[in-house]
């Protein structure tokens, strides 16, 4: 007796008897391979071939890949056709159905009131303002300096400018 190459499935030849055990054992495997269990760890790494298990693991990967969630059948935030719908009327220069909260932007009175916070709510320290102008810092100063060299001590809190 053969059998198939995926799932082994029992295939009587000619002068075979039919077994009804046989029989069974096929429409359990079928059973059994019809009602796969997706396995969304299982990445696809070709266009097959493969078992329906496979295949169904691979497009959950997949899915769960482009929506970004935890898992693959959780609902996208926006779905491509509202994403499409979107892009559209910004090309004809429609209105904006997004918020700038839809997409993680801060509103325009949080950029407002965060550009009106003196405080330096992102707690810079100076030393790291000066060195974007490569001004160098320390807590002792250089002991050649040049002419017109600006230093900034971090343990003074204070900008020295070297005149000649």
Not at 12 to 38: F, G, H, K, Q, R
Not at 68 to 95: C, E, F, Q, S
Not at 114 to 128: F, G, S
């Amino acid at each position: 007796m053969q059998t198939t190459p995926n799932y082994g499935l029992k295939k009587p030849e000619a002068n075979d008897t039919v077994n009804i055990a046989d029989l069974n054992a096929n429409a359990d495997t079928l059973d059994s391979a019809l009602t796969p269990t997706a396995d969304p760890t299982q990445v696809p790494t070709g266009n097959g071939p493969g078992k329906l298990v496979q295949w169904v693991g691979w497009l959950a990967n997949r899915i769960k890949a482009i929506t970004g969630k935890t898992n693959w059948y959780d609902a996208p935030d926006i779905t491509l056709a509202t994403l499409a719908a979107h892009k559209t009327r910004h090309a004809t220069g429609g209105a904006d159905a997004l918020a700038p909260g839809d997409i993680g932007a801060a509103s325009a009175a949080d950029l407002a009131a965060h550009l009106a916070d003196y405080a330096n709510p992102h707690r810079v320290k100076a030393e790291q303002v000066f060195s974007i102008g490569g001004i160098p810092s320390g807590t002792a100063f250089p002991t050649t300096p040049a002419n017109y060299t600006l230093f900034y001590r971090t343990d003074l809190k204070k900008l020295f400018i070297y005149l000649p």
